[in-house]
């Protein structure tokens, strides 16, 4: 079964920057629909960025014009670029994404007008903890 896998985070200073990615455990596999979620202690896991469709892209009023999510152009890694990072952003990050054979996805074309939901699979979580 395909798997999720993230990396990036660790320890960061509050201004600093650090990229996550996440990429699909299959080499036949690609990401189509993605969303970055975040969960700090105690509180529920919320949605920072996401890609639902190829002309579109949405960021959470939070990350809006720090964070960046991106996807090469293969559409096997996904990318959360995350600057000016402050104290608040400190949590576990999560990829979230619907999975399809890299041949499926070229056959269907470009996806346009999705809504962004939750996704099948998901990947382990990713620790950023951003210093004061």
């Known amino acids: 079964q395909v798997r999720l896998v993230e990396s990036g985070g660790g320890l960061v200073q509050a201004g600093g920057s650090s990229r996550l990615s996440c990429v699909a455990s299959i080499d036949s596999a690609c990401i189509s629909k993605v969303a970055w979620y975040r969960q700090a202690p105690g509180t529920a896991r919320k949605l920072v960025a996401a890609?639902?469709?190829?002309?579109?892209?949405y960021y959470s009023d939070s990350v809006k014009g720090r964070f960046t999510i991106s996807r090469d152009n293969a559409k096997k890694v996904v990318y959360l670029q995350m600057n000016s990072l402050k104290p608040e952003d400190t949590a576990v990050y999560y990829c979230?994404?619907?999975?399809?054979?890299?041949?499926?996805?070229?056959?269907?074309?470009?996806?346009?007008?999705?809504?962004?939901?939750?996704?099948?699979?998901w990947g382990q979580g990713t620790q950023v903890t951003v210093s004061s």
């Open positions: 890609i639902p469709s190829d002309d579109d892209i």
């Open positions: 979230n994404a619907e999975v399809k054979e890299c041949s499926e996805m070229a056959r269907q074309g470009p996806t346009t007008g999705w809504a962004i939901t939750e996704y099948g699979t």
